[in-house]
């Protein structure tokens, strides 16, 4: 636990000085953000996630990587340092008993669930592997030959390397998410006005969506393990809640602007949150209407910084611009992946994400797959389905009222957005995992604008209240399960079955038993077919691998199989 607490302490202040030296260098000291600590760590993450990308497209990130980000962060010490007194002066004076009761109790709770083993299926399938790669050798061009799932490119693995210190405490720290639900869980309880003085408002059901995410039975159990799921929808709902938030104090457009550019970074997280991308339609609006041509651009710049290193990596990895559609295919590269394994991958995906276990039933009819999906549902996510109903058609009254020039622009982009979000998860790959969040946006949104017209005197205050106690209970209750945790250094992955296979002289892991080879065993594949059809572009690891001549129009499968 000691371990883990003090790479929180790094991650924390790494973050918040490259988010607060940015907010104060781009957009002025002047700008309310700049003075907000939850804004700083969450654009100082994103800033960082860049830095990591960037990062690993020329070296291994390692060492080098945070030795340098050490000395940037002290940089920022030193030229800031009258604004971060004054910032700190202005944080110690909203300090308050019960909000530091509310930080020690989920910091003890969260940081107990975080040092348990990287337990999460997908971690020992590829999360390991892939932060392993960026660890040792950065971006490795067709690596997407060697396991298809390592060319799943998250921005998130980057980051999680950076923070991994193997190199300092010889192990690879999988703690990141348990920081990012510790921040987004006190920043949920501690800024609701749910026991304040101000009225009840969007933002505080949002925050209660947010609680009751993070409160939720699959983050306590995953929250251990490097997944990308976590920190996409935990983004998505804080993208969300601050939008309110801007909304409903009237903030400068430039508010809109950086969460507009914190939704482009939660698609470098995971494609699934391409629908929150519409939101920037709103700033771009204001901007171009105000003739504000510089700060337009320089928006414009910012995403397109944000989205770059994310592309370049998939085309290193892939040899295609955004895996796993080979339909955008623009580089002739030798190492590029056999489009057959990108569209049976794709069909995959779709098929077990609506309960079709078997990737040939990717395409049955909604009929078909429809009730079997819904069948798996429990009571909960079955009534939070039926209630999407009416929302999505409230949605779309709402949106049309938007259109008559009747409604408010901000909140109507939200509404689109939210609508978005939730359709694009249901028809691509509604699983539960990837998506549970979709289905809270719009209840909680529409509850919120209900809440806002019935004035402080809602009976919702005290409900938001006791749902927050409860959910907190619950993780507490999760902690008390799993056991007393280890007090020095956090559990590391588990280790696995495996063999060896030779390639070209280099020795290749296989599971036995299993596909999971974890983060030990290294490198791996878990489909010793794979091995037969590839092969080492210079002899070097570090230079990729490519599919031999005979292979690279062959209709393969995902698993390196040929397709009957």
């Keep these: 636990m000691i371990l883990a607490a003090l790479s929180w302490g790094w991650i924390a202040i790494a973050s918040f000085l490259c988010g607060f030296a940015v907010l104060q260098g781009v957009f002025g000291r002047g700008r309310k953000g700049c003075w907000q600590w939850d804004t700083c760590l969450m654009a100082g993450l994103c800033v960082l996630s860049l830095y990591a990308q960037v990062f690993s497209l020329f070296h291994r990130v390692s060492a080098l990587a945070v030795c340098l980000l050490a000395g940037i962060c002290l940089a920022v010490c030193v030229g800031y340092r009258k604004s971060l007194a004054e910032f700190a002066g202005r944080l110690t004076k909203g300090i308050r008993l019960w909000k530091v009761l509310v930080f020690l109790a989920l910091f003890a709770a969260t940081l107990c669930l975080t040092v348990e083993y990287a337990s999460q299926y997908d971690t020992g399938l590829y999360h390991a592997q892939s932060i392993r790669w960026i660890e040792e050798y950065g971006a490795v061009p067709g690596l997407g030959n060697l396991h298809n799932r390592l060319a799943y490119n998250s921005a998130f693995f980057c980051l999680q390397a950076l923070f991994g210190l193997k190199f300092a405490v010889n192990q690879s720290l999988h703690t990141l998410n348990g920081f990012l639900v510790f921040v987004m869980l006190f920043y949920g309880i501690s800024t609701s006005n749910v026991f304040g003085k101000k009225r009840m408002a969007a933002s505080d059901w949002m925050k209660l969506g947010l609680v009751t995410y993070l409160c939720t039975t699959e983050v306590n159990w995953t929250m251990s393990s490097p997944g990308s799921d976590i920190s996409v929808l935990t983004l998505v709902l804080y993208i969300c809640v601050k939008w309110c938030e801007a909304l409903e104090e009237k903030q400068d457009v430039r508010e809109f602007g950086l969460l507009s550019l914190l939704a482009v970074w939660a698609v470098t997280l995971k494609l699934s949150a391409g629908a929150m991308v519409i939101l920037a339609a709103y700033p771009a609006a204001e901007l171009i209407r105000g003739k504000r041509w510089k700060l337009a651009g320089l928006f414009a710049a910012a995403g397109a910084a944000i989205l770059l290193p994310f592309m370049a990596r998939n085309v290193v990895l892939s040899g295609y611009l955004i895996y796993p559609y080979a339909s955008v295919d623009l580089f002739d590269v030798d190492w590029k992946m056999n489009a057959n394994v990108l569209e049976y991958d794709s069909k995959e995906i779709m098929a077990w994400g609506r309960g079709q276990r078997v990737q040939e039933r990717y395409d049955a009819p909604f009929g ?54 939730l359709l694009l998860w249901f ?138």
């Design 368 to 421: 078909v797959w429809f009730p079997a999906w819904f069948g798996e549902l429990s009571l909960l996510y079955r009534i939070l389905f039926a209630v999407n109903l009416p929302c999505l058609a409230g949605a779309a009254v709402y949106l049309f009222w938007c259109a008559r020039g009747k409604g408010s622009p901000g909140r109507g982009i939200l509404v689109l957005s939210c609508a978005g979000g």
């Design 427 to 564: 028809f691509s790959a509604p699983l539960i995992r990837y998506g549970m969040i979709y289905m809270m946006l719009l209840p909680l949104l529409f509850l919120g604008m209900l809440t806002e017209k019935l004035g402080r005197n809602s009976v919702a205050a005290p409900a938001i209240g006791l749902a927050m106690a409860w959910f907190v209970g619950g993780m507490w209750v999760s902690v008390i399960q799993d056991g007393l945790p280890p007090a020095k250094r956090p559990c590391g992955y588990f280790w696995h079955n495996v063999r060896q296979i030779e390639l070209e002289g280099v020795d290749i892991y296989v599971p036995e038993g299993s596909d999971q080879a974890g983060y030990h065993y290294f490198p791996s594949t878990p489909y010793p077919q794979v091995l037969e059809r590839i092969e080492l572009r210079t002899g070097k690891l570090e230079d990729g691998f490519r599919l031999k001549e005979e292979y690279r129009d062959a209709k393969l499968t995902g698993y390196g199989g040929l397709q009957e």
